[in-house]
């Protein structure tokens, strides 16, 4: 470990150690780490509790980087597993069809048409300016189920396989979390986009791949790194959308006899955004190659046999991509130079203002230390990504753009 910040950290490396120990430790829990790969690896981390609670979780990068992520990760989801039921009230289906914000969100559709029901919502407060909004936990959390039904309550097993505990992040501060979640909903949203313009509608539009850096760069080494452990060619591309966060997309050429997988990362830091689409890829195809996750790709390609437009976007053949579409090649961008977390986050809120979106968190975690788990959600951003987990799911009225008319 080093003093540096990390890109998107408020903590030094060595702080942010220090910070997830302690916080293990106080909770009595007992962490067990397993490292796959031997340069950029994929750390899994598991937390064991005396109540017999075990959770799990996985980092990626160099070895150092993967094992405080899987750390942080496996607390993430300690705590996540049992909060799905915390600080939730019930607003009517009457305040989501009168709130102007959830006019495009589609998905709130299923729940609304249901009359005189009352659902079970989160508070999110809208950052930096402190309005506030409810959200479905059906929604944010998939164990949302859990929750007691009651008469008058409103059915949520419509939108059960679109829920997602995408934009739940952990952060060692309120503001990494906010930041983390924030970024991975936008990822995500891109990501809905991409797999639903070349695969489910196969517009095929030209694919933005980026210029291989020298190995001079940083960067450049770790693009080099990932395909000595992976044993095969790393393309990554440009699949940002509207928003100034930039999203990259990262999978190999190298065919295999697993399913196949791709990484994805956020950022307004372009160079961060493009090492968190390596790394993950890295992560998934070390993963693959375990029984465990290797059945889990499986069940995902069986479950969607009966559907040919949602299997060709969780088969992601990269032949498609690369042979279907015109390729532009194009240059990262430069980083913005001492951007703090503080500042991403204003630019990223006033952004997604301008573009007529509204973010808003809910805390569900925050320690004495300052350690924070939270929820992010964006209404109206496209959640068809869950279709890589084998769900069988419908593109929502912001993924209904990308339908072409019949020639």
């Known amino acids: 470990m080093d003093k540096t910040t990390l890109v998107e950290r408020e903590l030094t490396a060595d702080q942010a150690e220090r ?12 962490p067990h780490t397993r490292t796959l790969g031997s340069k950029v690896v994929a750390v899994q981390a598991s ?41 939730v009230h019930e607003e009517t289906e009457r305040y989501f069809k009168d709130t102007p ?43 949302g189920t859990r929750l007691p ?20 992040a952990i952060g060692a501060t309120y503001n990494e979390a906010l930041l983390h979640a924030a970024n991975e909903c936008i990822e995500r949203d891109a990501v809905s986009l991409f ?23 940083e960067l450049g080494r770790l693009w080099t790194d990932a395909e000595q452990e992976i044993d095969g060619e790393i393309v990554l591309v440009d699949i940002s959308t509207e928003f100034k966060v930039r999203t990259f997309l990262a999978f190999t050429t190298k065919p295999g006899s697993n399913p196949p997988v791709f990484g994805s990362g956020s950022s307004l830091d372009p160079r961060h955004a493009a090492w968190r689409a390596l790394t993950e890829l890295v992560q998934l195809q070390l993963s693959a190659a375990e029984p465990e996750y290797r059945q889990t790709l499986a069940n995902a390609l069986r479950n969607l046999q009966p559907f040919p437009r949602l299997l060709r976007c969780a088969q992601f053949d990269p032949q498609t991509l690369l042979h279907r579409c015109v390729q532009h090649e194009v240059n990262l961008p430069d980083s ?25 968190a809910a805390v569900l975690q925050r320690t004495e230390l300052g350690t924070t788990l939270l929820n992010v959600v964006i209404p109206g951003l496209e959640r068809f990504f869950v279709v890589s987990s084998g769900n069988v799911v419908v593109p929502q009225a912001r993924g209904r753009t990308l339908e072409r008319p019949a020639p």
């Open 195 to 217: 797999l639903l313009n070349h695969f489910y509608y196969q517009n095929h539009p030209p694919l933005r791949r980026v210029a291989r850096l020298t190995e001079k760069d």
């Open 47 to 87: 937390l064991q509790g005396s109540d017999n609670r075990h959770a799990r979780g996985f980092g990626k990068g160099y070895a150092d980087q993967a094992h405080l992520g899987a750390l942080y990760e496996a607390l993430e989801h300690y705590w996540t597993d049992k909060l799905c039921t915390c600080d």
């Open 101 to 143: 914000m959830f006019a495009d969100d589609s998905l709130l559709q299923r729940l609304t048409c249901q009359q005189n029901v009352r659902i079970s919502c989160r508070t999110y407060v809208c950052p930096p300016w402190h309005d506030r909004f409810s959200y479905p936990v059906a929604l944010t959390s998939p164990n």
């Open 19 to 30: 910070r997830i120990h302690t916080e293990i430790s106080r909770l009595g829990l007992t």
């Open 149 to 168: 039904s009651s008469p008058g309550m409103a059915d949520c097993r419509a939108v059960q396989r679109y829920a997602s505990n995408s934009g739940t």
């Open 336 to 360: 913005a130079k001492d951007l703090s977390v503080d500042n991403q986050l204003h630019l990223l809120t006033q952004d997604l203002r301008i573009h007529g979106r509204t973010l808003g």
